[in-house]
Nanobody
Framework: QVQLVESGGGSVQSGGSLRLSCAGSGNIYCSAWFRQAPGKGREGVAAIRGVGDTGYTDSVKGRFTISRDNAKNTLYLQMNSLKPEDTAMYYC???????????????????WGQGTQVTVSS
């Protein structure tokens, strides 16, 4: 059974950077980062399938980069030029079935981490 453990969240000022990590091993075909701000639904932020197939929600394009180090069984989310509206609980998710693309939909994933908080102050 695949288990996911996130780390790297914290507090940062607007314009700053953070890198989130998600450790987890197993037959993972694609992975993603989601976030949920207080009072809002969970949103797909970035997803990756294989090495070069990635997808991003429009609000983070050009600022966030998703990557995966298979040797370390770790998923990353590099977040640059952070804005207060990026404040949320961030979750990593994994899919152990074949992926047709880098999904940003919650329903595509069956395994979830516990979340790590990101707070961006203005």
């Amino acid at each position: 059974q695949v288990q996911l453990v996130e780390s790297g969240g914290g507090s940062v000022q607007s314009g700053g950077s953070l890198r989130l990590s998600c450790a987890g091993s197993g037959n993972i075909y694609c992975s993603a980062w989601f976030r949920q701000a207080p009072g809002k639904g969970r949103e797909g932020v970035a997803a990756i399938r294989g090495v070069g197939d990635t997808g991003y929600t429009d609000s983070v394009k050009g600022r966030f980069t998703i990557s995966r180090d298979n040797a370390k069984n770790t998923l990353y989310l590099q977040m640059n030029s952070l804005k207060p509206e990026d404040t949320a609980m961030y979750y990593c998710a994994a899919r152990t079935d074949i992926c047709g693309r880098a999904y940003l939909e919650q329903t595509a994933y069956t395994i979830w981490g516990q979340g790590t908080q990101v707070t961006v102050s203005s």
